[in-house]
């Protein structure tokens, strides 16, 4: 199964903010040149309603939603990181083997887990939906087939909230009508190359003659479309052993400039991280700090050294440094503060902990 979150980043910024729920919702990634220049990340479905999507410019979607009472908010990536951490954990936990994709969305194998039984894989399926809404307040939408193709186009079928089944026997009749845009792997150049051929939805493209397909598209590719094109696909779902970085943020009792109050609250984040990389057996060669400040500003700062941290308390002293830093740098109170680490490596013994932190250098 795939499943993928709904309007992720806006659904986020719900959880935090219930009020918003019933409103317009845009989330937007302001370039700072002027007030409203930048694009939209992502919109609540209301908002889509009136028309605004992913990667529009702002004032288009401050103009589709004049006169309406709605909320613009700025990306916080520190946030939706961490979200998306419990997320994954909750997933994986009902998998047999397990691939993230994406900020919000996995491949989940539960074909052991199941028996191969496409109704056993629908009340897991329910069971994963529900506990992401009670322990998370998310809605997201679960796409079920043979194999991950399939899973990935049937996620895409129903949304929000969606649960979309299809067993090997429907492949065919799911596919043939889609636009051939669907399959992944067919991007826009692609989808207009098909369409000069005659080629529109996924059924043209299985009827296609496949030595044609390779004269066009080469062998790699034609024999690929003509496999999607029918449903095939054999790829196995894949630990991707990268993640990336882990990050905790939090919101003050008060806004407040004073280090130590702030320091109090990062120590334990500080904690909680580095207990999941010890848990991982990972070592981290970068630190982050992010603020929201009183103006709802976000800022973040960084350190990478030049061998992996392995101790709780160099974690602590160099978000301390970049905290004081920071803080130098404004006039402005904290409002909300986290911490990131990432460069994440395996964990070798043998590390020279203080000159890996006396050699820390600024980024
Ligand atoms: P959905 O799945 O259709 O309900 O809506 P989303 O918003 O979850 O869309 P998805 O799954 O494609 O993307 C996940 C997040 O990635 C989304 O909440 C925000 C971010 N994102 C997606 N597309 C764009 C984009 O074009 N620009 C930027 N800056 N961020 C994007
Ligand atoms: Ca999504
Ligand atoms: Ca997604």
Same mark, same amino acid.
């Given at each position: 199964?795939?499943?993928?979150?709904?309007?992720?980043?806006?659904?986020?910024?719900?959880?935090?903010?219930?009020?918003?729920?019933?409103?317009?919702?845009?989330?937007?990634?302001?370039?700072?040149?002027?007030?409203?220049?930048?694009?939209?990340?992502?919109?609540?479905?209301?908002?889509?309603? +009136?028309?605004?999507?992913?990667?529009?410019?702002?004032?288009?979607?401050?103009?589709?939603?004049?006169?309406?009472?709605?909320?613009?908010?700025?990306?916080?990536?520190? /946030?939706?990181?961490?979200?998306?951490?419990?997320?994954?954990?909750?997933?994986?936990?009902?998998?047999?083997?397990?691939?993230?994709?994406?900020?919000?969305?996995?491949?989940?194998?539960?074909?052991?887990?199941?028996?191969?039984?496409?109704?056993?894989?629908?009340?897991?399926?329910?069971?994963?939906?529900?506990?992401?809404?009670?322990?998370?307040?998310?809605?997201?939408?679960?796409?079920?087939?043979?194999?991950?193709?399939?899973?990935?186009?049937?996620?895409?079928?129903?949304?929000?909230?969606?649960?979309?089944?299809?067993?090997?026997?429907?492949?065919?009749?799911?596919?043939?009508?889609?636009?051939?845009?669907?399959?992944?792997?067919?991007?826009?150049?692609?989808?207009?190359?098909?369409?000069?051929?005659?080629?529109?939805?996924?059924?043209?493209?299985?009827?296609?003659?496949?030595?044609?397909?390779?004269?066009? /598209?080469?062998?790699?590719?034609?024999?690929?479309?003509?496999?999607?094109?029918?449903?095939?696909?054999?790829?196995?779902?894949?630990?991707?052993?990268?993640?990336?970085?882990?990050?905790?943020?939090?919101?003050?009792?008060?806004?407040?400039?004073?280090?130590?109050?702030?320091?109090?609250?990062?120590?334990?984040?500080?904690?909680?991280? +580095?207990?999941?990389?010890?848990?991982?057996?990972?070592? /981290?060669?970068?630190?982050?700090?992010?603020?929201?400040?009183?103006?709802?500003?976000?800022?973040?700062?960084?350190?990478?050294?030049?061998?992996?941290?392995?101790?709780?308390?160099?974690?602590?002293?160099?978000?301390?440094?970049?905290?004081?830093?920071?803080?130098?740098?404004?006039?402005?109170?904290?409002?909300?503060?986290?911490?990131?680490?990432?460069?994440?490596?395996?964990?070798?013994?043998?590390?020279?902990?203080?000159?890996?932190?006396?050699?820390?250098?600024?980024?």
């Amino acid at each position: 199964m795939l499943v993928d979150l709904d309007y992720f980043y806006a659904q986020a910024e719900e959880t935090r903010n219930p009020s918003i729920r019933d409103k317009p919702v845009v989330v937007c990634v302001y370039s700072g040149r002027s007030e409203d220049s930048g694009a939209v990340s992502t919109a609540n479905y209301i908002a889509r309603k +009136y028309g605004v999507r992913s990667g529009i410019p702002i004032f288009q979607a401050k103009k589709k939603l004049e006169n309406v009472n709605a909320v613009f908010l700025p990306v916080d990536d520190a /946030f939706y990181e961490e979200i998306s951490e419990r997320i994954m954990a909750i997933l994986r936990s009902h998998a047999d083997r397990f691939e993230q994709t994406g900020i919000d969305e996995a491949f989940l194998d539960v074909t052991e887990k199941t028996g191969g039984d496409f109704q056993e894989a629908k009340k897991l399926a329910q069971a994963i939906k529900n506990e992401l809404k009670t322990r998370l307040a998310l809605t997201s939408s679960i796409g079920i087939g043979p194999n991950k193709l399939i899973a990935k186009i049937a996620a895409d079928n129903q949304k929000p909230d969606g649960l979309t089944i299809i067993e090997s026997e429907q492949v065919e009749a799911f596919l043939s009508p889609l636009p051939v845009g669907r399959l992944i792997g067919v991007g826009t150049k692609t989808r207009e190359k098909m369409q000069t051929l005659g080629i529109n939805t996924i059924g043209d493209l299985a009827k296609y003659d496949v030595q044609k397909l390779i004269s066009i /598209f080469g062998k790699v590719l034609g024999v690929y479309f003509h496999d999607a094109s029918l449903g095939l696909d054999d790829a196995p779902v894949q630990e991707k052993n990268e993640v990336e970085s882990f990050s905790r943020i939090s919101t003050l009792k008060e806004d407040t400039r004073d280090l130590s109050s702030i320091l109090e609250r990062t120590n334990q984040l500080c904690n909680e991280i +580095y207990n999941v990389t010890l848990q991982q057996k990972l070592v /981290f060669k970068t630190v982050g700090i992010s603020v929201v400040l009183n103006d709802m500003s976000v800022h973040t700062r960084s350190r990478t050294l030049e061998t992996p941290v392995d101790n709780v308390e160099v974690l602590e002293e160099i978000v301390k440094e970049l905290f004081e830093k920071f803080l130098s740098e404004t006039v402005l109170e904290a409002r909300r503060v986290g911490v990131k680490v990432s460069n994440l490596v395996k964990e070798q013994k043998s590390q020279k902990q203080i000159t890996s932190f006396f050699n820390a250098t600024p980024n």
